[in-house]
């Protein structure tokens, strides 16, 4: 019998390669299409375009250091049958001289590389901030190593994509000469790309050094949460803490999850920002993890599966080897739905599913479940409120249901987090009545009677004292008298 492929198996995975002007980078991807897991992801910072700034030219050097990265993904490839593989180069490639002869020292290697425009580049990208964030709609500002790309996006689609030379290698020697001129040049080819921004849009910032900045700018506020996908500020906090990390001559400290040469580019990708903040006039940021290879991903997928609720499909693979199926998850949600209204919604639906995962997980290792899965892992489609919702159902779903003082008490509403704690007390007694089987589910139903709860079971032996104890929980915690 053929075992049943897992999210991790590479011969249902695919590739993209890109060839940037930072980075040459490998990702391999598995999982649910519209909500892909990373199995492996491997870069080499050969600074391709650190050269064509300068002399217009790929370097030898960078391009021998390219094409020996090129050569082991290809053995690695070939070798592990991964059976689609996306080659896509960028502005490095696309602005040097020697640009054709090095896209033909790739296809010697055996790949077949795509060479993006400046407006491809720019959609790519936004199409892979539309993967992530369903329903986005603003300006996507991809800092790469060579070019910064701006493209609208709304109603599912981008549009006005244009490509600017202000990539991260490019800004050290423009603000060099100067912060006013700094302003003025880049004032200037806004201007001059005949683009124009509608103001209190949401410009959501894609690419390596956006992503150090936000990271630095999280530590900065002591912020829950360690990824950077997903962090939104307001304009004006993102305009003050830019500039603070514009400054000239300090001494940035080693930031966690940030490389130093990552580190090094944050004041000019902060001083950028600035400029772009003051310009464009958004309303607030929002920073992408999604970006030019996510929107190649994205961008081929069928029609049907792009509908699909990404977090939804990422959660169901997630929990799928903990014995959490679709069956058990629909019976669980008719079963609270009466009491836990907030089931019916993608963030609760995915709540429930950790929660019931959360009871097949050894008793030791559960204390950490919250921050885990519900605040750190990176889920698509789901913003600060719906994590701190997930981390607060888990809690209340491991007996630890009171509202108290929790790491992500400011990133949601309080009723949100009181009604995702409703969730992970009817999640927790769903499960101890059921022992994790659907078919008992779907014949008991937790019913709002008068004001309380009560438990509509066929069997009354089912209700045995550990659920009984559940139950007062959860009439506890809603404020009712005791049935």
């Known amino acids: 019998m053929k075992a049943k492929p897992t999210i991790y198996d590479w011969a249902q995975s695919r590739a993209i390669i890109d060839i940037g002007s930072n980075t040459v980078r490998l990702v391999v991807y598995g999982g649910p299409p519209r909500a892909p897991v990373t199995l492996l992801n491997e870069k080499v910072t050969a600074k391709l375009g650190k050269h064509v700034a300068e002399t217009g030219r790929l370097s030898d050097k960078a391009v021998d250091s390219v094409l020996t990265a090129l050569r082991r993904y290809k053995a690695l490839l070939d070798l592990a049958r991964v059976p689609r593989v996306d080659v896509v180069a960028t502005a490095a490639a696309r602005d040097a001289t020697n640009g054709p002869e090095f896209l033909a020292r790739i296809r010697e290697i055996g790949f077949e590389p795509r060479l993006l425009s400046g407006v491809e580049e720019a959609e790519t990208s936004a199409t892979g901030v539309l993967g992530a964030f369903p329903g986005a709609s603003g300006i996507v500002g991809d800092l790469g190593g060579g070019s910064l790309e701006l493209v609208d996006i709304a109603d599912g689609g981008t549009s006005h994509g244009v490509s600017l030379p202000l990539g991260s290698l490019r ?18 080819m806004l201007a001059g790309a005949d683009w124009v921004a509608e103001p209190e849009a949401t410009l959501y910032l894609v690419g ?32 003050e803490l830019a500039k603070r990390f514009a400054r000239r001559g300090q001494a940035l400290q080693q930031i966690d999850g940030v490389s130093a040469s990552r580190a090094a580019s944050i004041p000019d990708a902060a001083a950028l920002l600035a400029v772009l903040l003051q310009k464009l006039e958004p309303k607030g940021i929002v920073f992408s993890s999604w970006g030019l290879r996510e929107g190649v991903l994205f961008g081929s997928l069928p029609d049907a599966v792009q509908r699909e609720d990404p977090l939804l499909a990422g959660v169901s693979a997630f929990v799928e080897p903990l014995g959490v199926d679709a069956a058990l998850v629909a019976a669980t949600v008719a079963a609270m739905r009466e009491v836990a209204p907030l089931a019916d919604s993608a963030v609760g639906r995915a709540a429930v599913m950790l929660c019931l ?17 519900g605040l750190q892992k990176r889920w698509v489609g789901v913003d600060n409120a719906g994590r701190a919702a997930l981390a607060s159902a888990l809690r209340a779903s491991l007996g630890k249901g009171g509202a108290g003082q929790v ?11 009181f009604e995702a704690r409703t969730l992970g007390h009817a999640a927790r007694l769903c499960r101890r009545l059921s022992a994790g089987s659907a078919r008992v589910l779907e014949q008991v139903r937790l019913r709002a009677k008068g004001d309380t709860i009560v438990i509509d079971s066929p069997d009354p032996d089912l209700v045995g004292d550990s659920a009984l104890r559940d139950l007062r929980e959860l009439v506890q915690h809603c404020s009712l008298p005791a049935a």
Do not use: Y
């Open 171 to 188: 800004l050290p020697a423009l603000r060099a000469r100067g912060d006013r001129v700094f302003v003025r040049e880049i004032s200037r």
């Open 208 to 239: 390596g050094s956006m992503r150090a900045l936000g990271r630095a700018m999280m530590v900065q506020l002591d912020w829950p949460l360690d990824d950077t996908h997903g962090f939104a500020l307001d304009a004006g906090k993102a305009l």
């Open 357 to 373: 995962a959360a009871g097949r997980v050894e008793p030791n290792l559960r204390r950490e479940l919250p921050m885990e899965w």
């Open 407 to 417: 790491p992500w008490s400011a990133l949601a509403p309080d009723d949100l987090l």
